[in-house]
């Protein structure tokens, strides 16, 4: 990304965790802080999924969705149109991988767990707003801990 792609995200003036602006001392300079598009709308595209972001969990990236795409290759070309297999997606965030597999692929079970309760609630959200046919099952816990 060259520099005029740079921070093409944020919404100037609206400071990292509020909807004010604000300003900050970093080395006895005073320096605006912003605050990501999709924290200050609350909402961020994945897919085919309209996500609720806050600062509980991280934006999901676009690099993120080729992983989702590789995956649902992956799967395609193992069981064809038919069900199989398990998911596992460890640190879950706002449940952007799992939830694009339920509603996308055809998996006998995904599970998602996080380590953080905050971040399991934005995915169980998400999970109740985008409504998958099948529901990941959220777990709470350290990687393969639930």
Do not use: K
Request: aromatic content about 4%.
């Amino acid at each position: 990304m060259g520099r005029s792609g740079l921070g093409s995200d944020i919404v100037p003036g609206v400071a990292a965790g509020t909807a004010e602006s604000a300003e900050t001392s970093v080395t006895g300079e005073t320096v605006r802080v912003a605050e990501p598009r999709a924290y200050a709308e609350g909402i961020a595209g994945f897919r085919l999924l309209d996500l609720v972001v806050d600062r509980r969990v991280l934006i999901p990236r676009p690099e993120t969705e080729g992983l989702v795409e590789q995956v649902l290759a992956w799967a395609r070309g193992r069981w064809g149109n038919g069900e199989g297999g398990t998911v596992l997606d460890l640190g879950t965030g706002s449940g952007c991988i799992a939830l694009s597999l339920a509603t996308e692929g055809r998996f006998a079970r995904i599970v998602a767990t996080d380590v953080s309760p905050n971040a399991l609630a934005v995915a169980r959200a998400n999970a109740e707003r985008v409504g998958p046919e099948r529901l990941p099952e959220f777990r709470l816990g350290h990687l393969f801990e639930p």
